[in-house]
């Protein structure tokens, strides 16, 4: 019980993490979005390394080196997740942090149809009735926006993909975003020299401020990642699944009342939908999952009457 309560307060701090970064980004300016990713890359690598260096734990890399099954997973996961960052800055910094903020709304439905899609699960019957609620929704927002949410599909798929992939990998937190980090340091480094030579960079033109807040960027990626990583291994995906709404409420919260973006009431009937998809598939989760533990309970206790 200790550890499930502690891999709550990862997820929690997590979530909660993400859901502020739209207050960071703007921050940034007038760095572009692939800059502040490329700066996101080399200074999360520094700061893993650090943690690793604390600990003085370096002998899971010869275990990982020899794995190369898993090795594949997290180069996988890195180029997702890679995606998925520089989608998010760039909806942050180009004023669309509401239909970021869809995108982690609709992030469960979307692991629904992963389920189903890769995993050959079967869907209860709520889970149909979310998952049509959704299409629907995006439907609704595709006629508000006048074009596909794309940065809300990109973002609730991207990192999907990466959920499922560190699953599958089963490395932990630290170790698999060190891996995952220097995978991207070439390309990042690559381009931070490429705009230094040609005259492009901002880090250093802009005072000792900004260097510190792009240096911090990898301080602010780094950390609610190590946090998921610890509650992916500690905590059950229907605890998760309940968890990782903090993060898109709170960025709506910043892009409605803090970023002042335009809500016209076809779009708040479209998010509405998804609201309305989310309650179903969540009351349907949590009623399956007192279903399971009822029932190994009962297999439990027959055992115990059988032998009396």
């Keep these: 019980m200790p550890d499930l309560r502690r891999g ?33 890359m ?48 760039y909806a942050v910094n180009t004023g669309h942090v509401v239909e970021s903020a869809l995108g982690y709304f609709i992030n469960p439905l979307v692991n629904v149809l992963f389920g189903v899609v890769l995993l050959r699960e079967r869907l209860r019957v709520l889970q ?36 499922l992939v560190k699953k599958r990998a089963n490395v932990a937190a630290t170790e698999s975003l060190a891996v995952e980090t220097l995978v991207l340091l070439l390309p990042a480094l690559g381009y931070l020299a490429y705009l230094q030579v040609t005259g492009g960079s901002t880090f250093g033109t802009q005072g000792p401020g ?60 479209g998010f509405s939908i998804v609201w309305l998809a989310l309650v179903i598939f969540t009351y349907d989760s949590l009623r399956a999952a007192r279903r399971t533990r009822t029932a190994r309970k009962a297999a439990v206790l027959q055992p115990e009457r059988s032998a009396t």
């Design 8 to 40: 709550v307060f990862y997820g929690i701090a997590a979530y909660t993490m993400w859901g502020l970064f739209p207050l960071y980004w703007p921050l940034l300016k007038p760095s572009g979005a692939v800059e502040i990713l490329a700066h996101r």
């Design 42 to 89: 080399v200074w999360s690598l520094v700061v893993v390394a650090v943690a690793l260096a604390v600990r003085r734990h370096w002998s899971w890399v010869k275990t990982i080196v020899r794995q190369p099954a898993k090795l594949a997973l997290l180069t996988v996961a890195a180029i997702v997740v890679t995606v998925n960052w520089g989608t998010y800055i």
């Design 128 to 163: 149909w009735v979310a998952v049509g609620f959704g299409a629907l929704a995006v439907l609704v927002l595709t006629l508000d926006y006048g074009r596909l949410p794309w940065i809300a599909l990109t973002l609730a798929f991207s990192f999907g993909i990466y959920g």
């Design 210 to 269: 900004h260097i510190a807040l792009l240096v911090g960027a990898g301080v602010i990626t780094a950390l609610p990642l190590l946090c998921f990583g610890a509650a992916a291994i500690r905590v059950p995906l229907s605890t998760i699944g309940l968890l990782q709404y903090i993060a898109p409420i709170l960025q709506m919260v910043c892009g409605v009342v803090i970023a002042k973006e335009v809500m016209p009431p076809s779009r708040w009937i």
